[in-house]
């Protein structure tokens, strides 16, 4: 069993910044991978960027360049960092943990940037 823990969320102007942090615990050592989602109102839940075990790492267009995900092993914490921030990033962001075949989500953090 794994559990994941969304922190760091909040209210930021745009072109702010903000550090997401995704905690596992549990059993983290059986994740073979970490991915970041995200659902705003009205709208399906979006892939946003994932670190694998390996550390190999990828991103949804929409983010790249902007957003960078990188983990810490000793503390078992999975970061997003959030740069150039929009309007249009306003959302619930999630964290998800890959345990082959089951997956595992945290409960999520809001995120809203202001105009």
């Known amino acids: 069993q794994v559990q994941v823990a969304e922190s760091g969320g909040g209210l930021v102007q745009a072109g702010g910044s903000l550090r997401l942090s995704c905690a596992a615990s549990g059993r983290p050592s059986s994740i073979t991978a970490i991915g970041w989602f995200r659902q705003a109102p009205g709208k399906q839940r979006e892939f946003i960027a994932r670190i694998t075990s390996s550390g190999s790492t990828n991103y949804a267009d929409s983010v790249k360049g902007r957003f960078t995900v990188s983990r810490d092993n000793a503390k078992n914490t999975v970061y997003l960092q959030m740069n150039s921030l929009k309007p249009e990033d306003t959302a619930v962001y999630y964290c998800?943990?890959?345990?082959?075949?089951?997956?595992?989500w945290g409960q999520g953090t809001q995120v809203t940037v202001s105009s």
């Open positions: 998800r943990a890959d345990v082959f075949p089951r997956a595992y």
